[in-house]
């Protein structure tokens, strides 16, 4: 069974930076295609970024571009995303996914950016 455990969400001062990380229980980590998204109360889940199975391809939404960064080591089985210069409107649960044949999604971890 595949799981994926977020962690290192919280309260950060508008401006901060935070590191989340996704860890993955499955062997064939270095198989799977992982991204990050989020969902605001209220709003549907987006996509936030997305890095290929090697870490050689990256890609980002608009809103975020610049300011946050997706990696992955494969040896640790766990993909992170860096966010620095948080803003209010990045306030949301985030959550990782995994894809290769099927998809698999993380429980989520609160990210919070509030003064």
């Known amino acids: 069974q595949v799981q994926l455990v977020e962690s290192g969400g919280g309260l950060v001062q508008p401006g901060g930076s935070l590191r989340l990380s996704c860890a993955a229980s499955?062997?064939?980590?270095?198989?799977?295609?992982m991204s990050w998204h989020r969902q605001a109360p209220g709003k549907e889940r987006e996509f936030i970024a997305t890095i290929s199975s090697s870490g050689g391809y990256t890609n980002y939404a608009d809103s975020v571009k610049g300011r946050f960064t997706i990696s992955r080591d494969n040896a640790k089985n766990t993909v992170y995303l860096q966010m620095n210069s948080l803003k209010p409107e990045d306030t949301a649960v985030y959550y990782c996914?995994?894809?290769?044949?099927?998809?698999?999604w993380g429980q989520g971890t609160q990210v919070t950016v509030s003064s």
């Open positions: 499955m062997s064939t980590f270095s198989s799977y295609a």
């Open positions: 996914k995994a894809r290769l044949v099927r998809i698999y």
